[in-house]
């Protein structure tokens, strides 16, 4: 492995807010789970209850500040109605108890992150009461903190969905390749065949770590000793090798067969994968460099010249990862994170500067100069997924 | 493949041997979560899809027609509340009930499900209910669109279970919230069956730690499941009003418990 570059100078205000910006949503969510993890070696909770009396109109008090942490609250029902108390940020909920009835008290605890919150007090027309939790010693110590790997469960589980609904899209894909080539429709198989490459595309990361499976799927003949010849060229590559470079159904059929049930054995594979957060930065950065240690020069696809789409497809679902894992890099990890987001916009803007309206041109017209420029950010991507992975692996257990 | 890319391969997969051994239990929850995740947007698809016949009999002055589909299409609601409910504003606009505003029935801002359900039984009618019809079908829609772009907090998926039987106990065992239409058991096969699934999908991850536990919970989910079923009707449930008084004890009983019981999922997965 090469060695994590180390970021020379903090990415620009901008960067950084729009390395947070797609992940806020997801913060405020976990931002609960994340404090509970990250102020329990900090101070004790407060034993304090805080005292919400809920009137006809407001809460009392109506403006409340209290320390990030854990916090217990009383609420009393002083209104007429049964009620339901929230804890707003922006539109969601925090925590909240529901049916209240008028004359009873409850208890509700929460673990607050520093920040403005509301709170809904009776009728939902009457204005809701604010509520801002400052920070804490321990509070800001978790900003240096390592992350924990408690964070990591809700973006790896929305990984796993994601990978998983792919993983599916691929089956059915495939299965639907494999139909119009028995039909023998040659413009049918080549548009079937393009949808099928873009949701593997896209989970190639993961998915290509099988390497039983690769060899079968996604095997170039260039590394094969009798190329197109060779009775183990298959898959995805023989299948366009049939239908762009023979421009003929001949042969295919077993091959797209045996396409379709790889992929559902890949489906299920991946079903059963463990997935860990270093692990997935891992094999970003293992694919991102080995486009740009090969596909880049060569090409992939021969025969149809659709490796623009196939890079395109790869850094849809390399964003997606980045994605999910930048709100839980914390602390040390952070800047890891906003390097990768960099290097993701980066290549992004890359390659939609070769687009014309939504297609990309056939790669044998991309020069050697611009082909040089892809390679490299390839490159910076896999180094930022490398960095990425390295923090990741000092996650706390 | 070059005995470079085949060295290479082999490599991948002796890191990948070593990342997969996961090094604490803490992420055996993300299968859990994966899967549940995959039950609420096919919830939310069902109830997309069930929203759209409802209000479609709505605006078209079916009354009968929209009485039956009622309670059916809020079943995959009240199964994933735990979800839904995380938004505030479509919580309101979707389920709130007459108490949340001023003039109760009669405030021109009380919508949802409730208001066209006031409408149709209180009034046999569907008039006026046009916009709300409308605005139902739009916020369901958009309920789809925030929860499929949303990574699910871990302890908000495991506490659901308990939130879920604690709606039953608060809404349910007491009629409170079909107030109108009686179909409060239909909801709480809902609340029921997303509860069971939120212990079904963690079961196996609690079973090693403390099986008396998870005998007592599955025990308090049959006791419920064979009441309720008593109560069957065609394909959904009876009028609440023809539960006896016995049976709504035994589910009282049996719900209270699983709301104390269920709501220690958190703490036993790490979670609290």
Same mark, same amino acid.
């Given at each position: 492995?090469?060695?994590?570059?180390?970021?020379?100078? =903090?990415?620009?205000?901008?960067?950084?807010?729009?390395?947070?910006?797609?992940?806020?949503?997801?913060?405020?969510?976990?931002?609960?789970?994340?404090?509970?993890?990250?102020?329990?070696?900090? @101070?004790?909770?407060?034993?304090?209850?805080?005292?919400?009396?809920?009137?006809?109109?407001?809460?009392?008090?109506?403006?409340?500040?209290?320390?990030?942490?854990?916090?217990?609250?009383?609420?009393?029902?002083?209104?007429?109605?049964? #009620?339901?108390?929230?804890?707003?940020?922006?539109?969601?909920?925090?925590?909240?108890?529901?049916?209240?009835?008028?004359?009873?008290?409850?208890?509700?605890?929460?673990?607050? @992150?520093?920040?403005?919150?509301?709170?809904?007090?009776?009728?939902?027309?009457?204005?809701?009461?604010?509520?801002?939790?400052?920070?804490?010693?321990?509070?800001?110590?978790?900003?240096?903190?390592?992350?924990?790997?408690?964070?990591? #469960?809700?973006?790896?589980?929305?990984?796993?969905?994601?990978?998983?609904?792919?993983?599916?899209?691929?089956?059915?894909?495939?299965?639907?390749?494999?139909?119009?080539?028995?039909?023998?429709?040659?413009?049918?198989?080549?548009?079937?065949?393009? /949808?099928?490459?873009?949701?593997?595309?896209?989970? &190639? @990361?993961?998915?290509?770590?099988?390497?039983?499976?690769?060899?079968?799927?996604?095997?170039?003949?260039?590394?094969?000793?009798?190329?197109?010849?060779?009775?183990?060229?298959?898959?995805?590559?023989?299948?366009?090798?049939?239908?762009?470079?023979?421009?003929?159904?001949?042969?295919?059929?077993?091959?797209?067969?045996?396409?379709?049930?790889? @992929?559902?054995?890949?489906?299920?594979?991946?079903?059963?994968?463990?997935?860990?957060?270093?692990?997935?930065?891992?094999?970003?950065?293992?694919?991102?460099?080995?486009?740009?240690?090969?596909?880049?020069?060569?090409?992939?696809?021969?025969?149809?010249?659709?490796?623009?789409?196939?890079?395109?497809?790869?850094?849809?679902?390399?964003?997606?990862?980045?994605?999910?894992?930048?709100? =839980?890099?914390?602390?040390?990890?952070?800047?890891?994170?906003?390097?990768?987001?960099?290097? #993701?916009?980066?290549?992004? /803007?890359?390659?939609?500067?070769?687009?014309?309206?939504?297609?990309?041109?056939?790669?044998?017209?991309?020069?050697?100069? &611009?082909?040089?420029? #892809?390679?490299?950010?390839?490159?910076?991507?896999?180094?930022?997924?490398? /960095?990425?992975?390295?923090?990741?692996?000092?996650?706390? /257990? | 493949?070059?005995?470079?890319?085949?060295?290479?391969?082999?490599? +991948?997969?002796?890191?990948?041997?070593?990342?997969?051994?996961?090094?604490?239990?803490?992420?055996?929850?993300?299968?859990?979560?994966?899967?549940?995740?995959?039950?609420?947007?096919?919830?939310?698809?069902?109830?997309?899809?069930?929203?759209?016949?409802?209000?479609?009999?709505?605006?078209?002055?079916?009354?009968?027609?929209?009485?039956?589909?009622?309670?059916?299409? %809020?079943?995959?609601?009240?199964?994933?509340?735990?979800?839904?409910?995380? +938004?505030?504003?479509?919580?309101?606009?979707?389920?709130?009930?007459?108490?949340?505003?001023?003039?109760?029935?009669?405030?021109?801002?009380?919508?949802?499900?409730?208001?066209?359900?006031?409408?149709?039984?209180?009034?046999?009618?569907?008039?006026?209910?046009?916009?709300?019809?409308?605005?139902?079908?739009?916020?369901?829609?958009?309920? %789809?669109?925030?929860?499929?772009?949303?990574? *699910?907090?871990?302890?908000?998926?495991?506490?659901?279970?308990?939130?879920?039987?604690?709606?039953?106990?608060?809404?349910?065992?007491?009629?409170?919230?079909? %107030?109108?239409?009686?179909?409060?058991?239909?909801?709480?096969?809902?609340? +029921?069956?997303?509860?069971?699934?939120?212990?079904?999908?963690?079961?196996?991850?609690?079973?090693?730690?403390?099986?008396?536990?998870?005998?007592?919970?599955?025990?308090? +989910?049959?006791?419920?499941?064979?009441?309720?079923?008593?109560?069957?009707?065609?394909?959904?449930?009876?009028?609440?009003?023809?539960?006896?008084?016995?049976?709504?004890?035994?589910?009282?009983?049996?719900?209270?418990?699983?709301?104390?019981?269920?709501?220690?999922? %958190?703490?036993? *997965?790490? *979670?609290?």
């Amino acid at each position: 492995m090469t060695p994590a570059p180390s970021s020379s100078s =903090a990415p620009p205000q901008k960067l950084m807010r729009l390395a947070l910006g797609g992940a806020v949503f997801l913060t405020i969510l976990s931002g609960g789970l994340f404090y509970a993890a990250t102020v329990q070696y900090g @101070a004790q909770p407060t034993a304090d209850v805080v005292k919400v009396e809920v009137g006809d109109k407001t809460c009392n008090p109506n403006h409340l500040s209290v320390p990030a942490g854990r916090q217990t609250f009383e609420i009393f029902n002083a209104s007429s109605r049964p #009620i339901e108390w929230e804890i707003l940020q922006g539109v969601m909920v925090v925590e909240e108890r529901e049916n209240i009835a008028p004359g009873f008290r409850q208890t509700l605890t929460a673990t607050l @992150a520093p920040g403005e919150y509301r709170m809904t007090c009776g009728l939902l027309s009457n204005p809701p009461g604010n509520m801002v939790v400052t920070p804490t010693a321990a509070s800001d110590a978790s900003g240096d903190a390592v992350p924990s790997l408690k964070a990591f #469960i809700a973006p790896l589980s929305e990984y796993k969905v994601y990978v998983t609904l792919q993983a599916s899209a691929f089956e059915r894909k495939a299965a639907a390749l494999a139909e119009a080539v028995a039909s023998g429709d040659l413009n049918k198989a080549r548009d079937a065949y393009q /949808a099928t490459r873009l949701p593997y595309k896209q989970i &190639e @990361a993961i998915g290509g770590r099988f390497a039983d499976l690769q060899s079968r799927l996604d095997v170039a003949a260039l590394y094969l000793e009798k190329h197109e010849q060779d009775p183990a060229f298959t898959g995805f590559h023989r299948i366009e090798y049939g239908l762009y470079e023979q421009n003929s159904l001949d042969g295919l059929q077993d091959v797209a067969r045996h396409l379709s049930e790889d @992929a559902a054995a890949l489906k299920q594979r991946l079903r059963e994968a463990k997935l860990s957060p270093d692990y997935l930065a891992s094999s970003a950065s293992l694919l991102a460099r080995r486009i740009a240690d090969g596909r880049v020069d060569t090409g992939e696809d021969l025969y149809a010249h659709s490796d623009l789409v196939d890079f395109a497809a790869n850094l849809v679902g390399m964003q997606k990862m980045a994605a999910l894992l930048a709100p =839980a890099m914390t602390g040390d990890a952070l800047p890891a994170a906003q390097q990768l987001q960099a290097r #993701i916009e980066a290549l992004s /803007a890359l390659l939609d500067s070769f687009k014309t309206g939504d297609a990309y041109p056939d790669y044998t017209s991309i020069k050697a100069d &611009e082909r040089a420029k #892809i390679k490299s950010a390839f490159n910076d991507l896999a180094n930022a997924f490398e /960095a990425a992975g390295d923090a990741l692996g000092r996650v706390a /257990a | 493949m070059t005995r470079h890319t085949l060295f290479a391969a082999a490599s +991948f997969l002796l890191m990948a041997g070593s990342s997969l051994a996961a090094p604490s239990t803490v992420l055996d929850l993300v299968e859990p979560i994966a899967d549940y995740k995959i039950y609420v947007s096919e919830k939310l698809d069902k109830l997309v899809e069930d929203t759209e016949a409802f209000t479609a009999a709505v605006k078209a002055g079916d009354v009968e027609k929209a009485k039956s589909l009622f309670a059916p299409t %809020r079943l995959s609601y009240e199964a994933i509340e735990p979800i839904a409910e995380l +938004f505030s504003d479509l919580d309101a606009s979707i389920d709130s009930r007459a108490d949340d505003y001023e003039k109760q029935e009669q405030d021109p801002a009380f919508p949802g499900f409730h208001r066209i359900e006031y409408g149709l039984w209180e009034k046999g009618s569907t008039k006026d209910l046009d916009p709300v019809a409308d605005q139902l079908l739009a916020d369901v829609k958009a309920l %789809r669109e925030r929860i499929t772009d949303l990574a *699910l907090p871990p302890e908000k998926v495991v506490g659901g279970a308990a939130v879920l039987m604690e709606e039953v106990a608060a809404t349910k065992i007491s009629g409170e919230e079909d %107030r109108y239409s009686h179909t409060d058991l239909w909801d709480f096969k809902g609340n +029921f069956d997303g509860a069971d699934k939120i212990f079904q999908l963690v079961r196996p991850l609690v079973e090693k730690q403390d099986p008396a536990f998870v005998q007592k919970v599955a025990g308090n +989910f049959a006791t419920i499941e064979t009441t309720l079923a008593k109560y069957k009707e065609g394909d959904g449930y009876k009028s609440y009003d023809k539960l006896t008084d016995d049976d709504r004890n035994v589910l009282s009983a049996a719900v209270n418990t699983l709301a104390e019981d269920l709501s220690t999922l %958190r703490g036993k *997965l790490g *979670l609290d």
